[in-house]
């Protein structure tokens, strides 16, 4: 019997109810009614005065049979990058074998409307987030609220897990074709041969065109520009800027290669992390960490 | 009808916010149309055209439309509201709800709904609550509620008609024991009940003017309607003797004209709220009543004799007339206490009885020599009342509210000696002034009547037709009370006046009123006084017999508790989800009976799987495979016939 209180204040701990500027104009027009009646001894206004006070009283308990149904379930979001608007969901479940009403997520800034939760049944609710860092990004104030019966109180269902996110960098810098124009001598294989020019000497062996010599000069092979198969490889180190311009960059060109489908590699520090084998979220992870 | 409310009520239908609070403004301002003048009539009718024609305005229009709006109000109201006028509070609020209806409607003109247009709905109704104090209104309050709790949840739910519907009976009816409660225990203060704004009933009601004619301008008043509701405290209601409800006193007779006396005679008291105790010998059997006067317009209230506590407001006057202040312009409920066993008129002054004793032999030549003929034969002034009740009696004068035959010019003679055909006014006349002539002081008395035939329990109704005149005669100093219309035949019974002479015109005053309308005024009577007219007295009356009455509060209580219990069944009902599937709804009292004998329909399991697992644990399964078969038509074929049938079949599983 003792555990009671403690069972009623943990089913409840996680419902709060806010007031609205309908719960003023309720108390407004119930001190006017009362006004209005005491001082003319006016039984109609005295049955008006009672009523409106029993329905904004047992407006409570149905707001909160409402609110109480729910359970939110943070399901992640879609990949989130420092400084741009990002999508995440929660879960929506109603529980309760009655249906729920005047269902709204909160979260962050943005909130995402759904109405009516038919019993048994789950809504996904789409939140607008737009993180400032990259990191770890926990979304701030989440619950569902429902101003359902009167719109007099709002009934807010906060999530009980953690709604945390990973943002990754903010994608910008040169892009991967300008860089591959400026550093073809960085990509790996080359393939179709696409003409030669004149050379000072200092190339591989196996760039030399021995046809060129053969006739006493020097020169050296040109390749075809775009090859598929062969890996790129991005260094943290040798880029420019600071560390979050060189994040940025890396993130881009990760994005870009993901898109073009390239296998790549990044040296970060003393760790080399392959496409291919970690994949690219989580070399997308370990930026937004570093 | 059936099919507004298939298509409306009993459907997922919407209405936009807009349509809803449309609704909300035509439920709230319906009873105002009573209220408000022509001009705004005039306005809104316009108003309603704009709407209907569903084009949005100009801002110049809008404009143009404010003006007119503020023209209309000002002719509205013009004449009545000035600095004086605001001082009085109807005038003050019509203004208000004036410009509230003008905000209202430009706004709905923009179709933008904003806060304050949400807000004006309940805004209306508190301010209409101003105008109405009526039995009529108190039910359209709570209708006017349950709409506009309706069309909130069916704006917050964004749910059809069905939904919200049942939201708001749900609602609403959980509400209502706090109501109840709240109403009962509520602490009332004893402020006077409000007399402001429109009552719905502007009709008056005839009360006595201070003056009694005798011919053509009579006193005759045929109405059924109602002037007074007496409750009396104590559940017994006096006999039909002693039901006369005191009025005026009157003393001259000028021409056909009986007045009261003028004012500048000095009195034996002045008037007060309660009779001054050496004014009366003694007043027992003292009697606690409620009495609610409809508006009379005139200044005198009507009490039981004698008189013993007026209420607030009223005074007892030396004639134990009871008038009140400012006179009675509005329905006035109040409390009074009158002995009904009593003896007064001791303390008289002398020119007093000499007023009671003018009569002017002139008016009624024929009455003063028999009168001078008893006067003669007795001396003693008992004796010579009883000779003229005896008098009275043989000349066997007939009471008639249709009196033929009567002389105008010589009224009283006609009545007794020739016509011998009148009514109260008449036989009081003719006793009044033959008293007079025999030298006993006389007074008539104008009034009502009541009849123990129209009560009900403790609960009397008083009509026009109930207008009464009887007489005052002063014998061994005091006042004594006769009804001389009680005289005109030999057929009484009960105390009250029957057919006379075998004719087939009744007294007006034996009319009963019919039993059906009688308990509908009874009832009417009841909400008005423990509803509308629900007091601090009352109160404190219930809660005091709550406190000593132990029969009482066991009823109370058990009352209250069924008003609850019937109100949480009522909630359980609407509670229930409605049916969706009616295959489902149909065969779930099969599956009820099978869980109990250990069939329980599995997680995965269909219905017709657990059919067949339960059929094929029985010897003759062949009634399982009539229901499986019934279960499916009805479920996937929407077959109404098999559902019924499925509905027998399973009635025969025991």
Known sequence: MMKLPHIFRYRYRQIRQRATKFSLLVTLLLFGLFFEAYMHNFNLVYITLFFVFALAFSAGPFGMRNIKAIKLNFAGCGRLFAKKEGICKIKVQNSASYPVWDIEVFADISSDYLGKIEAHKIKVANIKVFPQKRGKFRLKECYAQSRFPLYTVRFQNYIQNECEAIVYPNPKGKSLDEYLNIRLDLIGEEGDFDGISSSDGKISASRIHWASVAKGEISQKIFEKSIKNQELLFDYDRLKGDKEDRLSQLTLWVLECERKELDFEIILGSNRFNSKEVGVEKILQTLALY | ?654
């Open chain 2, 1 to 654: 009808m059936k099919k507004f409310f298939k298509h409306w009520l009993f459907t997922d239908k919407k209405l936009s916010p807009q349509q809803l609070l449309d609704i909300g403004y035509l439920v709230v301002s319906l009873p105002l149309i009573a209220v408000i003048k022509l001009p705004m009539i005039i306005y809104l009718l316009f108003f309603f055209i704009l709407i209907f024609r569903d084009k949005k305005l100009s801002n110049i229009a809008l404009v143009g439309v404010a003006l007119f709006g503020l023209f209309m109000i000002i002719l509205s109201l013009f004449g009545e509201l000035n600095l004086a006028g605001l001082s009085r509070l109807k005038i003050f609020v019509e203004a208000i709800l004036y410009l509230l209806i003008l905000a209202v409607t430009l706004q709905r003109l923009t179709k933008n709904i904003n806060f304050y247009q949400i807000i004006s709905p309940i805004l209306i109704l508190a301010i209409s609550l101003f105008f109405f104090d009526s039995i009529a209104m108190l039910l359209y309050v709570v209708f006017e509620i349950f709409i506009l709790l309706w069309l909130i949840l069916a704006f917050t739910m964004g749910a059809g008609f069905k939904e919200s519907l049942n939201m708001a009976i749900r609602m609403y009816l959980l509400s209502l024991p706090w109501v109840i409660v709240l109403f009962i225990f509520f602490p009332r203060i004893s402020f006077e009940h409000a007399s402001y704004g429109f009552r719905g009933d502007g009709i008056f009601r005839a009360g006595h003017d201070g003056t009694m004619f005798t011919d053509d301008r009579a006193m005759r008043v045929l109405s059924k309607r109602v002037v007074m509701e007496v409750s009396f405290k104590d559940k017994q209601i006096p006999p039909s003797n002693r039901l006369y409800f005191r009025g005026s006193v009157l003393y001259q007779k000028r021409g056909n004209r009986w007045l009261p006396l003028p004012v500048y005679l000095k009195r034996a008291f002045s008037p007060s709220q309660i009779a001054p105790k050496d004014s009366y010998d003694y007043a027992k059997d003292k009697i606690e009543y409620n009495v609610v006067l409809y508006p009379t317009y005139k200044r005198w209230i009507y009490m039981l004799d004698l008189p013993i506590k007026a209420p607030i407001g009223g005074y007892i006057d030396a004639d134990f007339s009871v008038t009140y202040k400012g006179g009675v312009r509005d329905k006035l409920s109040y409390n009074a206490t009158s002995a009904l066993n009593y003896r007064y008129g001791k303390v008289i002054r002398r020119v007093i009885l000499g007023e009671a004793l003018k009569a002017n032999k002139n008016l009624a030549p024929k009455t003063y020599q028999k009168a001078k003929e008893i006067k003669k034969k007795f001396k003693n002034p008992k004796d010579r009342l009883k000779a003229i009740i005896e008098f009275f009696k043989s000349q066997k004068l007939v009471y008639s509210t249709s009196p033929k035959g009567l002389d105008k010019k010589r009224v009283t003679d006609s009545f007794l000696f020739k016509s011998k055909q009148g009514y109260c006014v008449h036989f009081a006349d003719a006793f009044t002034l033959m008293s007079r002539f025999v030298g006993i002081p006389a007074r008539i008395v104008t009034g009502y009547r009541g009849f123990s035939q129209n009560s009900i329990k403790n609960y009397l109704l008083i009509r026009e037709m109930d207008a009464h005149a009887w007489v005052e005669v002063y014998i061994d100093k005091s006042w004594l009370r006769i009804d001389p219309s009680l005289l005109a035949s030999s057929s009484i019974q009960d105390s009250s006046v029957q057919i006379v002479n075998n004719k087939k015109e009744p007294l007006i005053q034996t009319q009963n009123t019919n039993r059906a309308t009688l308990y509908y005024l009874y009832i009417k009577y009841t909400i008005e006084s423990w509803i509308l007219n629900y007091s601090h007295y009352r109160q404190m009356t219930l809660l005091n017999r709550f406190k000593s009455d132990t029969k009482f509060a066991l009823i109370f209580v058990l009352s209250l508790i069924g008003i609850v219990v019937l109100i949480i069944l009522l909630y359980i009902y609407f509670t229930k989800t409605p049916c969706k599937d009616i295959g489902v709804c149909e065969i779930s009292p099969l599956l009820k009976k099978l869980a109990k004998r250990g069939f329980v329909k599995g997680e995965q399991e269909s219905i017709s799987a657990l059919l067949k697992r339960y059929a094929s644990s029985l010897d003759d399964d062949s009634i399982i495979r009539q229901i499986d078969e019934l279960y499916i038509r009805c479920r996937y074929d929407d077959d109404i016939k098999a559902c019924k049938q499925l509905r027998e079949k399973i009635k025969e599983i025991k």
